[in-house]
């Protein structure tokens, strides 16, 4: 049996854990449940404890219910993070005709009433509503008069760790995403307004509680695929620390270097032999993953999280062409998912283009490299249209919503890692997890810590940088068939602009870029990208220029201003 933690949901969510260990996400009857009768038992509580992770997976309760907005999908965890951590950069563009927003992420032009930045924020205070209550719950005399502490008293410990961990990291985005927030916790009544900290205090919030159960949370020797544990304490506590000083003006890269060396000297994880393994529909053995949202074909069906990543980023064409992604040949969206220029000129130029001999990409010198775009070679009788062009435009056109101008990526794939294909191995949705700590990332923080001044050493931070690149290009310890070059850099190679550059390269896709950018003074002035700043997509001038920087922050969504009398809009928000 595959290590998995099993959750099931009614309409007002009772989760249930099995005794196996991986995440699943099952709807189950529509039989409403009684608050007496999910707390009445130690599986009801347990259910309880799924049902704030699943706030991370699903869209609602199952039977076609959403949480958020009219369309669920968007208002899903990853796919509402993944609008404001990577549509706004130098990595992607997706264009909507919904008038849901994404216009206004590509060109960075929002407002307090733009849909998609409201949708992250509403979903994180969601996730935080549900940890409270089940933090009120657990309370050794609440359990008692349930009649459930007696079975419980020797894990509950652990599950208000986690339910406290998932909401520290709530709180931990929206002070990233939104800056000064309104704050209750478990102590709070019931009903009553948030009341807004600054960034500074949601900050110290957020470390106090990390710190705090640190030790309470499962050994870091003990791994349950979806769950989190000690480890993924100390890695939510590196990317804290990494950004503080973006945060409270104070700097912290000292304790990002200890709380990522401590991840990176754990030696119940390690970076995957392939980085394409991270992605895949079998990523749940990937040994690098130290906390992941899992996705499930049958159990967690929505239009968010992997399903969404693989299908806005196809079209039937690259099936058509042979390229297998493990969906169906009518589940490509044939939109918009593609890559602005400056990510694809990251890697190296021979290594930009698709071969359709080459579809996994082991003749690349960089794995990561993982488009699909160019001029194609080989058998392209299969092909309906014309190659992706790495250009997102062309000259004296307006913006176009057209999927051949950009290359797109194929970087994850409903796929075992054994290449599986086939269509009998296809599925209308995916079943791949989504990484949100990968153990490579803690490598590229510690050297980023490291060259700020943090501690350790320049060979220390070389070493950490050519870990990850040599797992890239299967070479020094990753050496493997699929070698064709060397991945080490040298020390005179080594600054911080390599090292933003080589985490767009490691995390392309995966809801950091926003926040990297911002930490080395990049996003708002002085770096530009396609289509960035400019103000109606008539506009035929594609090249990017400088944005106010009250675009560092995004606004508190309007409503929620109009709501709570104690909340201030952020800077020149109207």
């Known amino acids: 049996m595959k290590n998995n933690i099993y959750i099931k949901i009614s309409l007002i969510a009772l989760f249930l854990f099995s005794s196996c260990e991986k995440l699943d996400l099952q709807p189950i009857s529509s039989t409403s449940l009684l608050e007496d009768e999910v707390y009445s038992t130690y599986d009801g509580y347990l259910g309880v404890l799924a049902k704030c992770y699943a706030s991370f997976v699903l869209q609602g309760q199952g039977d076609g219910d959403v949480d958020i907005s009219k369309n669920g999908g968007r208002s899903t965890f990853n796919r509402a993070l993944y609008y404001l951590q990577e549509c706004p950069t130098d990595e992607v563009l997706f264009h909507s005709s919904s008038g849901n927003g994404t216009w206004t992420m590509i060109t960075m032009n929002w407002n307090p009433a733009t849909e998609i930045v409201g949708n992250m924020y509403y979903r994180l205070w969601i996730s935080v509503a549900l940890c409270n209550e089940f933090i009120r719950k657990t309370e050794k005399d609440v359990m008692e008069e349930y009649g459930v502490y007696n079975e419980a008293k020797n894990d509950v410990g652990q599950w208000r760790a986690e339910a406290r961990f998932l909401r520290a990291y709530c709180y931990y985005l929206l002070c990233d995403l939104y800056g000064s927030v309104g704050w209750v916790d478990d102590s709070s009544p019931n009903g009553t307004y948030p009341v807004q ?18 030790d309470q949370l499962m050994p870091a020797d003990k791994k349950v695929f979806g769950r989190v544990n000690q480890v993924a304490a100390w890695f939510a506590l590196s990317r804290l620390y990494l950004n503080g000083e973006i945060y409270t003006k104070k700097d912290y890269n000292e304790q990002a270097y200890i709380y990522s060396k401590k991840v990176i000297d754990n030696s119940n994880f390690s970076l995957a032999p392939n980085y394409i393994e991270n992605f895949l529909k079998d990523n749940d053995g990937s040994p690098e993953i130290i906390w992941a949202q899992p996705h499930d074909a049958d159990n967690s069906q929505s239009s968010g999280g992997t399903n969404f ?20 040949n009518d589940s490509p969206w044939n939109i918009n998912g593609r890559l602005k220029t400056n990510l694809v000129n990251k890697f190296d130029l021979d290594d930009q283009p698709y071969d359709p001999s080459d579809p996994w ?10 488009f699909y775009g160019g001029p194609l070679t080989g ?6 249209v014309q190659p992706h062009q790495k250009e997102t435009w062309r000259e004296g056109k307006s913006f176009e919503k057209n999927i051949t101008l950009g290359y797109t990526f194929t970087k994850w794939r409903n796929v075992t890692k054994d290449r599986m294909s086939g269509e009998e191995q296809r599925e209308s949705y995916v079943s791949v997890a989504y990484p949100m700590f990968r153990k490579a990332d803690a490598y590229l923080m510690a050297a980023e810590a490291i060259l700020r001044g943090g501690g350790g050493s320049r060979t220390e931070a070389l070493n950490y940088v050519n870990e990850v690149r040599n797992r890239a290009y ?15 850099i040298s020390d005179n190679e080594l600054n911080l602009d390599f090292i933003l550059d080589e985490r767009a390269r490691e995390l392309w896709t995966e809801c950091v870029r926003r926040t990297d950018l ?14 960035k700043g400019q103000e109606t997509s008539n506009n035929t001038d594609h090249e990017g220029k ?28 109207m």
Not at 201 to 213: A, G
Not at 518 to 531: A, C, E, H, P, V
């Open 197 to 214: 900290k600054t960034r500074t205090e949601i900050f110290n919030y957020v470390e106090s509680e990390l710190l705090d159960i640190e």
């Open 309 to 328: 990543l693989i299908k806005y980023s196809s079209h039937k064409f690259m099936i058509n062409q042979g390229l297998e992604l493990g969906i169906t």
């Open 474 to 488: 299967n070479s020094g310890n990753y050496f493997s068939s699929k070698n064709i070059a060397n991945g080490a």
């Open 361 to 370: 990409c082991d003749n690349k010198k960089d794995k990561r490299a993982l």
């Open 379 to 384: 058998d392209q009788s299969k092909s309906p």
């Open 546 to 573: 400088d944005v106010d920087e009250k675009y560092n922050l995004y606004p508190i969504p309007q409503d929620d201003i109009l709501y709570n009398p104690n909340l201030t809009q952020n800077p020149d928000y």
């Open 518 to 531: 911002i930490r080395f003074n990049k996003f708002t002035k002085g770096y530009n990208w396609d289509w």
